[in-house]
Protein backbone atom coordinates (compact mmCIF):
# COMPACT_ATOMS: atom_id res chain seq x y z
CA UNK A 1 0.00 0.00 0.00
CA UNK A 2 1.00 3.31 -0.77
CA UNK A 3 3.89 2.27 -2.79
CA UNK A 4 3.57 2.81 -7.19
CA UNK A 5 1.01 0.30 -7.86
CA UNK A 6 1.70 -1.14 -11.59
CA UNK A 7 -2.34 -1.04 -13.33
CA UNK A 8 -3.76 0.13 -10.36
CA UNK A 9 -6.65 1.37 -12.73
CA UNK A 10 -7.43 -2.13 -14.15
CA UNK A 11 -7.68 -3.53 -11.29
CA UNK A 12 -9.97 -1.24 -9.81
CA UNK A 13 -11.97 -1.02 -13.04
CA UNK A 14 -12.45 -5.01 -12.59
CA UNK A 15 -12.87 -4.64 -9.00
CA UNK A 16 -15.88 -2.46 -9.55
CA UNK A 17 -17.70 -3.96 -12.00
CA UNK A 18 -17.38 -7.29 -10.27
CA UNK A 19 -18.61 -6.01 -6.83
CA UNK A 20 -21.43 -3.81 -9.09
CA UNK A 21 -22.50 -6.91 -10.29
CA UNK A 22 -22.80 -9.27 -7.09
CA UNK A 23 -24.09 -6.11 -4.68
CA UNK A 24 -25.57 -4.05 -7.28
CA UNK A 25 -24.23 -0.19 -8.31
CA UNK A 26 -26.20 1.14 -4.62
CA UNK A 27 -24.80 -0.94 -2.51
CA UNK A 28 -21.23 -0.38 -3.44
CA UNK A 29 -18.59 1.71 -1.82
CA UNK A 30 -15.69 2.69 -2.90
CA UNK A 31 -13.88 1.20 -0.04
CA UNK A 32 -15.02 -1.89 -1.04
CA UNK A 33 -13.99 -1.25 -4.48
CA UNK A 34 -10.65 -0.49 -3.34
CA UNK A 35 -10.48 -3.24 -0.92
CA UNK A 36 -11.27 -5.69 -3.71
CA UNK A 37 -9.25 -4.33 -5.73
CA UNK A 38 -5.77 -4.31 -3.00
CA UNK A 39 -5.33 -0.69 -3.05
CA UNK A 40 -5.96 1.80 -0.71
CA UNK A 41 -9.36 4.43 -0.98
CA UNK A 42 -6.32 7.07 -1.39
CA UNK A 43 -5.20 4.98 -4.72
CA UNK A 44 -8.70 4.41 -5.45
CA UNK A 45 -9.36 9.10 -4.94
CA UNK A 46 -5.43 8.80 -7.32
CA UNK A 47 -7.31 7.23 -10.52
CA UNK A 48 -10.99 8.29 -10.13
CA UNK A 49 -13.25 11.46 -8.79
CA UNK A 50 -15.50 8.80 -7.35
CA UNK A 51 -17.64 5.14 -8.26
CA UNK A 52 -19.47 6.65 -11.12
CA UNK A 53 -16.44 7.92 -12.90
CA UNK A 54 -14.85 4.48 -12.88
CA UNK A 55 -17.69 3.29 -15.34
CA UNK A 56 -17.38 6.67 -17.36
CA UNK A 57 -13.29 7.45 -17.45
CA UNK A 58 -13.08 5.51 -20.98
CA UNK A 59 -15.74 7.91 -22.04
CA UNK A 60 -13.38 10.74 -22.13
CA UNK A 61 -10.87 8.95 -23.55
CA UNK A 62 -12.99 8.09 -26.50
CA UNK A 63 -14.29 10.87 -27.23
CA UNK A 64 -10.75 12.68 -27.18
CA UNK A 65 -9.56 9.66 -29.77
CA UNK A 66 -12.71 10.11 -31.90
CA UNK A 67 -12.33 13.78 -32.05
CA UNK A 68 -8.60 13.10 -33.53
CA UNK A 69 -9.72 11.25 -36.01
CA UNK A 70 -12.37 13.54 -37.33
CA UNK A 71 -9.33 16.25 -36.83
CA UNK A 72 -7.11 14.18 -38.97
CA UNK A 73 -9.43 13.11 -41.92
CA UNK A 74 -8.59 14.46 -45.62
CA UNK A 75 -9.32 19.01 -45.61
CA UNK A 76 -11.42 17.65 -48.98
CA UNK A 77 -13.25 15.21 -47.13
CA UNK A 78 -16.89 15.69 -47.22
CA UNK A 79 -18.69 16.03 -43.38
CA UNK A 80 -19.87 12.49 -43.45
CA UNK A 81 -16.92 10.92 -44.49
CA UNK A 82 -14.85 12.61 -42.06
CA UNK A 83 -17.44 11.92 -39.78
CA UNK A 84 -17.40 7.74 -40.85
CA UNK A 85 -13.38 8.12 -40.05
CA UNK A 86 -14.45 8.83 -36.68
CA UNK A 87 -16.97 6.68 -36.04
CA UNK A 88 -14.96 3.80 -37.19
CA UNK A 89 -12.00 4.99 -35.43
CA UNK A 90 -14.14 4.16 -31.83
CA UNK A 91 -13.07 0.51 -32.99
CA UNK A 92 -9.90 0.97 -31.52
CA UNK A 93 -10.92 0.81 -28.40
CA UNK A 94 -13.41 -1.89 -28.25
CA UNK A 95 -11.17 -5.39 -29.31
CA UNK A 96 -12.02 -8.90 -27.69
CA UNK A 97 -10.85 -8.20 -24.04
CA UNK A 98 -13.18 -4.91 -24.15
CA UNK A 99 -15.94 -6.47 -25.47
CA UNK A 100 -16.99 -8.71 -21.75
CA UNK A 101 -16.05 -5.48 -19.88
CA UNK A 102 -17.90 -3.44 -22.01
CA UNK A 103 -21.30 -6.30 -21.78
CA UNK A 104 -20.91 -5.75 -17.46
CA UNK A 105 -20.70 -2.56 -17.64
CA UNK A 106 -23.85 -2.18 -20.04
CA UNK A 107 -25.62 -3.99 -17.38
CA UNK A 108 -24.95 -2.22 -14.89
CA UNK A 109 -25.28 0.73 -16.66
CA UNK A 110 -28.88 -0.41 -18.14
CA UNK A 111 -29.95 -1.60 -14.08
CA UNK A 112 -29.36 1.85 -12.58
CA UNK A 113 -31.53 5.05 -13.56
CA UNK A 114 -28.39 7.37 -12.45
CA UNK A 115 -26.02 5.79 -14.54
CA UNK A 116 -28.07 5.69 -17.63
CA UNK A 117 -28.82 9.34 -17.40
CA UNK A 118 -24.71 9.91 -16.97
CA UNK A 119 -24.52 7.94 -19.99
CA UNK A 120 -26.98 9.69 -21.84
CA UNK A 121 -24.54 12.93 -20.87
CA UNK A 122 -21.73 11.54 -22.24
CA UNK A 123 -23.32 10.84 -25.51
CA UNK A 124 -24.45 14.46 -25.95
CA UNK A 125 -21.00 15.68 -24.79
CA UNK A 126 -19.62 13.56 -27.50
CA UNK A 127 -22.09 15.16 -30.22
CA UNK A 128 -21.23 18.55 -29.32
CA UNK A 129 -17.29 17.68 -29.41
CA UNK A 130 -17.85 16.44 -32.71
CA UNK A 131 -20.21 18.99 -33.81
CA UNK A 132 -17.05 21.42 -33.03
CA UNK A 133 -14.96 19.39 -34.58
CA UNK A 134 -16.98 19.84 -37.82
CA UNK A 135 -16.96 23.41 -37.17
CA UNK A 136 -13.40 23.41 -37.14
CA UNK A 137 -13.13 21.63 -40.89
CA UNK A 138 -15.55 24.90 -41.97
CA UNK A 139 -18.49 22.67 -41.85
CA UNK A 140 -21.81 24.80 -42.11
CA UNK A 141 -23.74 25.27 -38.21
CA UNK A 142 -27.45 22.93 -39.81
CA UNK A 143 -25.02 20.48 -41.35
CA UNK A 144 -22.09 19.65 -38.56
CA UNK A 145 -25.24 19.19 -35.87
CA UNK A 146 -26.80 16.89 -38.38
CA UNK A 147 -23.43 14.95 -39.07
CA UNK A 148 -22.65 14.71 -35.55
CA UNK A 149 -26.21 13.52 -34.31
CA UNK A 150 -26.02 10.94 -37.18
CA UNK A 151 -22.72 9.78 -36.73
CA UNK A 152 -23.21 9.49 -32.48
CA UNK A 153 -26.84 7.47 -33.65
CA UNK A 154 -24.40 5.00 -36.05
CA UNK A 155 -22.03 4.51 -33.12
CA UNK A 156 -24.84 4.09 -30.67
CA UNK A 157 -26.60 1.79 -32.23
CA UNK A 158 -23.37 -0.12 -33.77
CA UNK A 159 -22.35 -0.54 -30.13
CA UNK A 160 -25.24 -1.94 -28.78
CA UNK A 161 -25.70 -4.75 -31.37
CA UNK A 162 -22.05 -5.70 -30.74
CA UNK A 163 -22.11 -6.46 -27.33
CA UNK A 164 -24.79 -8.74 -28.17
CA UNK A 165 -23.33 -10.21 -31.26
CA UNK A 166 -20.92 -13.34 -31.09
CA UNK A 167 -17.68 -12.96 -30.06
CA UNK A 168 -15.93 -13.59 -32.85
CA UNK A 169 -17.76 -10.62 -34.46
CA UNK A 170 -15.25 -7.54 -34.36
CA UNK A 171 -16.78 -4.06 -33.76
CA UNK A 172 -15.57 -2.84 -36.88
CA UNK A 173 -17.58 -4.81 -39.08
CA UNK A 174 -20.91 -3.99 -36.88
CA UNK A 175 -19.56 -0.12 -37.40
CA UNK A 176 -19.13 -0.83 -40.98
CA UNK A 177 -22.76 -2.85 -41.67
CA UNK A 178 -24.30 -0.05 -39.55
CA UNK A 179 -23.39 2.35 -41.67
CA UNK A 180 -24.21 0.51 -44.85
CA UNK A 181 -27.66 0.70 -42.88
CA UNK A 182 -28.09 4.22 -43.26
CA UNK A 183 -27.16 4.79 -46.63
CA UNK A 184 -29.60 2.49 -47.57
CA UNK A 185 -32.18 4.26 -45.11
CA UNK A 186 -31.92 7.97 -46.82
CA UNK B 1 -60.26 29.47 -6.19
CA UNK B 2 -61.27 25.54 -5.58
CA UNK B 3 -64.10 26.32 -8.73
CA UNK B 4 -62.99 25.04 -12.24
CA UNK B 5 -60.37 27.22 -13.85
CA UNK B 6 -60.17 27.51 -17.54
CA UNK B 7 -57.11 26.45 -18.86
CA UNK B 8 -55.60 26.56 -15.34
CA UNK B 9 -52.52 24.58 -17.17
CA UNK B 10 -51.99 27.09 -19.78
CA UNK B 11 -51.59 29.78 -17.08
CA UNK B 12 -49.63 27.45 -14.89
CA UNK B 13 -47.18 26.85 -17.39
CA UNK B 14 -47.09 30.62 -18.62
CA UNK B 15 -46.73 31.70 -14.83
CA UNK B 16 -43.65 28.92 -14.36
CA UNK B 17 -41.71 30.71 -17.48
CA UNK B 18 -42.36 34.13 -16.59
CA UNK B 19 -40.41 32.83 -12.97
CA UNK B 20 -37.94 30.78 -14.47
CA UNK B 21 -36.89 33.50 -16.69
CA UNK B 22 -36.87 36.04 -13.56
CA UNK B 23 -35.60 34.16 -10.41
CA UNK B 24 -34.18 30.92 -12.26
CA UNK B 25 -35.73 27.25 -12.15
CA UNK B 26 -34.38 26.75 -8.59
CA UNK B 27 -35.41 29.71 -6.96
CA UNK B 28 -39.19 28.95 -8.11
CA UNK B 29 -41.46 27.41 -6.22
CA UNK B 30 -44.66 25.71 -6.93
CA UNK B 31 -46.56 28.63 -4.63
CA UNK B 32 -44.97 30.84 -6.47
CA UNK B 33 -45.95 29.75 -9.65
CA UNK B 34 -49.93 28.87 -8.81
CA UNK B 35 -50.06 32.28 -6.75
CA UNK B 36 -49.01 34.03 -10.28
CA UNK B 37 -51.66 32.07 -12.21
CA UNK B 38 -53.83 33.38 -9.94
CA UNK B 39 -54.91 29.14 -9.04
CA UNK B 40 -54.29 27.35 -5.65
CA UNK B 41 -50.63 24.66 -5.23
CA UNK B 42 -53.81 22.13 -5.21
CA UNK B 43 -55.11 23.00 -8.91
CA UNK B 44 -51.18 23.26 -9.99
CA UNK B 45 -50.67 19.80 -8.85
CA UNK B 46 -54.26 18.38 -10.49
CA UNK B 47 -51.91 19.60 -13.56
CA UNK B 48 -48.17 18.73 -12.97
CA UNK B 49 -46.34 16.65 -10.59
CA UNK B 50 -43.92 19.17 -9.84
CA UNK B 51 -42.46 22.54 -10.92
CA UNK B 52 -40.08 19.90 -13.42
CA UNK B 53 -43.09 18.92 -15.39
CA UNK B 54 -44.26 21.83 -16.17
CA UNK B 55 -41.58 21.96 -18.95
CA UNK B 56 -42.08 18.32 -19.90
CA UNK B 57 -45.39 17.48 -20.08
CA UNK B 58 -45.62 18.43 -23.60
CA UNK B 59 -42.96 16.20 -24.74
CA UNK B 60 -45.54 13.01 -23.58
CA UNK B 61 -48.14 14.35 -25.98
CA UNK B 62 -45.84 15.19 -28.67
CA UNK B 63 -44.35 11.45 -28.47
CA UNK B 64 -47.70 10.07 -28.52
CA UNK B 65 -48.58 12.35 -31.85
CA UNK B 66 -45.58 10.53 -33.30
CA UNK B 67 -46.03 7.54 -32.28
CA UNK B 68 -49.33 7.54 -33.71
CA UNK B 69 -48.21 8.78 -37.21
CA UNK B 70 -45.43 6.24 -37.19
CA UNK B 71 -48.32 3.95 -36.94
CA UNK B 72 -50.47 5.29 -39.62
CA UNK B 73 -48.49 5.57 -42.29
CA UNK B 74 -48.97 3.05 -45.36
CA UNK B 75 -48.06 -0.65 -44.56
CA UNK B 76 -45.68 -0.71 -47.66
CA UNK B 77 -43.61 2.30 -46.88
CA UNK B 78 -39.75 2.03 -46.23
CA UNK B 79 -38.68 2.33 -42.64
CA UNK B 80 -37.03 5.60 -43.28
CA UNK B 81 -40.68 6.82 -45.20
CA UNK B 82 -42.50 5.74 -42.05
CA UNK B 83 -40.03 7.53 -39.78
CA UNK B 84 -40.42 10.93 -41.90
CA UNK B 85 -43.98 10.87 -41.50
CA UNK B 86 -43.39 11.09 -37.81
CA UNK B 87 -41.15 13.49 -37.85
CA UNK B 88 -43.17 15.95 -40.11
CA UNK B 89 -45.79 15.45 -37.71
CA UNK B 90 -44.44 17.16 -35.10
CA UNK B 91 -44.97 19.74 -36.86
CA UNK B 92 -48.33 19.89 -35.06
CA UNK B 93 -47.08 20.93 -32.28
CA UNK B 94 -45.25 23.66 -32.90
CA UNK B 95 -47.22 27.16 -34.58
CA UNK B 96 -45.89 30.59 -34.44
CA UNK B 97 -47.54 30.69 -31.00
CA UNK B 98 -45.50 27.92 -29.55
CA UNK B 99 -42.85 29.05 -31.03
CA UNK B 100 -41.88 32.01 -28.88
CA UNK B 101 -42.89 29.45 -25.81
CA UNK B 102 -40.04 26.99 -27.19
CA UNK B 103 -37.41 29.60 -27.10
CA UNK B 104 -38.51 30.31 -23.58
CA UNK B 105 -38.20 26.98 -22.40
CA UNK B 106 -35.62 25.97 -24.25
CA UNK B 107 -33.34 29.23 -22.25
CA UNK B 108 -34.67 27.88 -18.76
CA UNK B 109 -33.39 23.93 -20.17
CA UNK B 110 -30.29 24.60 -21.28
CA UNK B 111 -28.82 26.80 -17.99
CA UNK B 112 -30.45 24.03 -15.81
CA UNK B 113 -27.67 20.81 -15.51
CA UNK B 114 -30.79 19.00 -14.11
CA UNK B 115 -33.16 20.13 -16.66
CA UNK B 116 -31.01 19.55 -19.67
CA UNK B 117 -30.26 16.09 -18.50
CA UNK B 118 -34.42 15.69 -17.99
CA UNK B 119 -34.60 16.59 -21.48
CA UNK B 120 -32.33 13.96 -22.77
CA UNK B 121 -34.01 11.55 -21.41
CA UNK B 122 -37.07 12.35 -23.16
CA UNK B 123 -35.52 12.39 -26.16
CA UNK B 124 -34.17 8.79 -25.32
CA UNK B 125 -37.39 7.76 -24.15
CA UNK B 126 -38.84 8.84 -27.49
CA UNK B 127 -36.53 7.32 -29.84
CA UNK B 128 -36.93 3.75 -27.71
CA UNK B 129 -40.78 4.53 -28.33
CA UNK B 130 -40.03 4.89 -32.08
CA UNK B 131 -38.05 2.06 -32.25
CA UNK B 132 -40.82 -0.06 -30.79
CA UNK B 133 -43.15 1.37 -33.37
CA UNK B 134 -41.03 0.29 -36.16
CA UNK B 135 -40.17 -2.73 -34.67
CA UNK B 136 -44.45 -3.38 -34.38
CA UNK B 137 -44.17 -2.07 -38.43
CA UNK B 138 -42.44 -5.61 -38.87
CA UNK B 139 -38.40 -3.41 -39.18
CA UNK B 140 -35.62 -4.87 -39.01
CA UNK B 141 -34.38 -4.42 -34.92
CA UNK B 142 -31.07 -3.17 -36.42
CA UNK B 143 -32.28 -0.91 -38.71
CA UNK B 144 -35.43 0.33 -35.92
CA UNK B 145 -33.19 1.76 -34.08
CA UNK B 146 -30.83 3.10 -36.49
CA UNK B 147 -33.74 4.89 -38.28
CA UNK B 148 -35.40 6.10 -34.93
CA UNK B 149 -31.86 7.51 -33.68
CA UNK B 150 -31.64 8.93 -37.17
CA UNK B 151 -35.21 10.67 -36.81
CA UNK B 152 -35.10 11.99 -33.47
CA UNK B 153 -31.59 13.46 -34.44
CA UNK B 154 -33.26 15.23 -37.41
CA UNK B 155 -36.05 16.66 -35.18
CA UNK B 156 -33.43 17.69 -32.19
CA UNK B 157 -31.10 19.64 -35.10
CA UNK B 158 -35.07 21.13 -37.09
CA UNK B 159 -35.63 22.28 -33.80
CA UNK B 160 -33.07 23.96 -32.44
CA UNK B 161 -32.46 25.58 -35.52
CA UNK B 162 -36.50 26.08 -35.76
CA UNK B 163 -35.96 28.63 -32.20
CA UNK B 164 -33.63 30.57 -33.63
CA UNK B 165 -35.24 31.29 -36.72
CA UNK B 166 -36.63 34.14 -37.84
CA UNK B 167 -40.52 34.38 -36.86
CA UNK B 168 -41.70 33.99 -40.19
CA UNK B 169 -40.06 30.44 -40.99
CA UNK B 170 -42.69 27.66 -40.36
CA UNK B 171 -40.63 24.65 -38.45
CA UNK B 172 -42.05 22.19 -41.54
CA UNK B 173 -39.36 24.17 -43.82
CA UNK B 174 -37.00 23.45 -41.31
CA UNK B 175 -37.41 19.85 -40.91
CA UNK B 176 -38.17 19.35 -44.71
CA UNK B 177 -34.67 20.60 -45.14
CA UNK B 178 -32.79 19.13 -42.48
CA UNK B 179 -34.49 15.52 -43.96
CA UNK B 180 -32.75 16.90 -47.36
CA UNK B 181 -29.85 17.46 -45.45
CA UNK B 182 -29.52 13.97 -44.08
CA UNK B 183 -30.06 12.76 -47.72
CA UNK B 184 -27.47 14.75 -49.05
CA UNK B 185 -25.19 13.84 -46.46
CA UNK B 186 -25.15 9.84 -46.70
Same mark, same amino acid.
Given at each position: ?????? +??????? #???????????? +??? %???????????????????????? #?????? &???????????????? &?????????? %??????? +??????????????????? &? %?? #????????????????????????? $????????????? $???????? #????????????? +? $???????????? %?
Amino acid at each position: MGRWEP +DAAGRLR #EAAMALYAERGY +DGT %TVAEIADRAGVTARTFFRHFADKR #EVLFAG &SELLQEHMVAALAAAP &SDATPMTAMT %TAVLASA +DFFDDIRREYSRRRAAVIT &S %TP #ELRERELIKMATLTTALTEGLLARG $VPPDIAALAAETG $VAVFRVAF #ERWINAPDDVPII +D $VLQTTLKNLAGL %T
